[in-house]
């Protein structure tokens, strides 16, 4: 706002010259030049100046219009405040190790050119774990897998994972009795796990919510399979496949994974990626944050980043079995 409207208003306000000017910290000189420039600028008489000084019907139609002025000003300098304030701070993320690896790099690099000044942490944990630091106000949200929902905290499901089973076409070959006689597998078939005989797995250890799932299916398929190898890490559980010495089931968001292990090798060191038959069930990832807290935009924003990487990972995946 111009001198002359603050000066106009401070007048008002007093309804007096000499206490405007001094409210103003200006001369009464200085106070009546700008109230006749201002008059001039509308070409409208603001005051009239006797018997005593009041306003016009024009004088009251500049005052309330330059007053609704102060207050969208007032509010766009505390909004203005607020940005900056919440353009400094810190955040920390739960999140497992394998779906951190593949997810977190383009969350942060999406996050960070908008809020560079904000600290990220990420804690690499389980859901229970990861659960039990949000109640302790270790965390600020994670990302849970099958979350089961808490009273205390809020979820939103954001991808629903399909699981596959990775293995080379030779790991096939040497566990399928007949398979010679059968046409090459291809990423995208169905395969039925009832047709191999103690299929040898690697997967995650006893205590994963994942494993519990896969484990679930095979008995319930009446299944008869060994897992010799166990290791929550699915990039160890890529290699061991892509060795030939296991098959491991894998959910969808890690598909991203496979497509980098594959790229440049040989392709019967390649990895298969098969549908399962008699598989219905779908990994679901959740964004999880205490229900009854407020946040600061730049965390607002992260949430919706996050959506965002895991919505564009999803439609990477579907594409890789097309």
């Known amino acids: ?14 309804m007096n010259f000499t206490k405007a000017d001094k409210r103003g910290f200006v001369t009464q000189q200085c106070l009546s030049k700008n109230i006749k420039q201002f008059e001039k600028e509308l070409n409208v008489e603001l005051f009239k100046r006797s018997p005593k000084l009041t306003l016009t019907p024009a004088g009251r139609m500049v005052f309330e219009t330059l007053r609704k002025v102060e207050i969208l000003e007032h509010d766009l300098k ?3 405040e607020q940005v900056q304030q919440e353009s400094l701070g810190s955040l920390t993320l739960g999140i497992n190790s394998s779906r951190g690896r593949v997810l977190l790099p383009e969350i942060y690099e999406r996050f960070q050119s908008r809020y560079p000044h904000v600290e990220v942490s990420v804690v690499l ?7 039990k630091r949000l109640i302790n106000n270790e965390l600020d949200l994670f990302l849970g ?17 399909q699981v596959f089973l990775l293995a080379t076409e030779k790991f096939l070959q040497q566990h399928l009795p007949g398979s010679t006689d059968r046409r090459p597998p291809v990423s995208g078939d169905f395969l039925d796990l009832a047709a191999f005989p103690s299929l040898p797995l690697t997967g995650n250890r006893e205590g994963s919510s994942f494993a519990a799932l896969c484990h679930h299916f095979l ?15 699915y990039e160890t559980q890529i290699s061991l496949c892509g060795r030939s010495l296991a098959a491991a089931f894998c959910p969808q968001t890690i598909l991203s994974q496979v497509a980098a292990y594959n790229r440049g090798r040989a392709e019967e060191q390649r990895l298969l990626v098969f549908r399962i038959a008699g598989w219905e069930r779908t990994v679901n990832l959740s964004i999880v944050w205490p229900e009854l807290s407020s946040r600061p935009q730049y965390l607002t924003d992260f949430m919706d980043i996050m959506r965002q990487v895991i919505y564009e990972n999803e439609l990477y995946t579907a594409e890789m079995l097309r």
């Open 1 to 14: 706002m111009k001198t002359m409207q603050k000066l106009f208003l401070l007048t008002v306000e007093e």
């Open 78 to 80: 505390s909004r203005l």
């Open 125 to 131: 944990d389980d859901n229970v774990s990861l659960e």
């Open 145 to 161: 897998v099958n979350y089961e929902a808490d009273p205390v905290l809020h979820s939103e499901t954001v991808s629903r994972d």
């Open 219 to 233: 008995l319930q398929q009446g299944i008869v399979f060994t897992q010799q190898f166990s290791v929550s890490d």
